[in-house]
């Protein structure tokens, strides 16, 4: 089972440069979250989406865009990478409140993003 | 989402029960309380949640105090695999306005022995 699925893994980033990362779930997930987790710190929430067409702002959503044009597939992009959004970005899915109400997010494996 | 309190550290002998405290004393009557998982350098993993009643599955207990305002999560035989940080996460309905967020604390890292 694939579950929830990442990439990159690793990425190095030079100050300025724009990249996107790729959410992949098999679960037919409605919800779905990007998380940022940095040394010492919990995950915090960047963006989420409850469902296909749809994003919202989280807690920390400044220098990230996202998109869910796919239901399976949740893009988080940063235009003009700084040093600051160096951490470790893990992507999740759950259920929607319809599906079964207080479903887990399940996550991914990260990726570890390092900007220069 | 109600505040949790974990403490920092835990030992537990390899084989032994693993008992996980959590004070979550101004919980609301409609806030589950979750139970996950971060292997280093890994995704957090779901272990189990429950409102109310006490709760089991294929990974661990969760007990839940009368009055909700703590719980123990419990592995039964614990493994050097059971190795990471444990995090008690409370929240509302992912229906209501907190749209599912899970807020992660400083957890309590479970180390396993020998």
């Known amino acids: 089972n694939a579950g929830v699925t990442q990439t990159p893994k690793f990425r190095v980033l030079k100050t300025g440069q724009s990249m996107t990362l790729l959410c992949a779930q098999d679960m037919n997930h409605e919800y779905m979250y990007w998380y940022r987790q940095d040394p010492g710190m919990g995950l915090r929430l960047i963006h989420y989406s409850v469902g296909e067409g749809t994003t919202a702002k989280g807690e920390v959503p400044d220098g990230y865009n996202v998109s869910r044009l796919k239901k399976q597939n949740f893009l988080l992009g940063l235009e003009s990478a700084a040093p600051s959004q160096t951490s470790v970005y893990f992507c999740?899915?759950?259920?929607?409140?319809?599906?079964?109400?207080?479903?887990?997010?399940?996550f991914g494996d990260g990726t570890r993003l390092s900007i220069l | 989402d109600a505040k949790t309190t974990q403490p920092p550290s835990m030992d537990c002998a390899e084989g032994r029960a693993a008992n996980l405290p959590c004070n979550h004393s101004?919980?609301?009557?409609?806030?589950?309380v979750y139970w996950y998982r971060q292997i280093h350098s890994q995704g957090p993993q779901y272990i189990i949640h429950g409102l109310k009643n006490n709760e089991t599955n294929e990974m661990a207990s969760l007990i839940i105090t009368e009055d909700r305002k703590s719980s123990t999560l419990i592995l039964p035989h614990a493994t050097l695999r059971d190795t990471a940080v444990y995090y008690c996460i409370v929240r509302v309905d992912a229906g209501g306005t907190s749209y599912g967020k899970l807020t992660f604390g400083q957890g309590t890292i479970l180390t396993v022995h020998p």
């Open positions: 999740a899915s759950s259920y929607s409140r319809g599906g079964g109400g207080n479903q887990p997010q399940h």
């Open positions: 101004t919980i609301s009557g409609n806030e589950y």
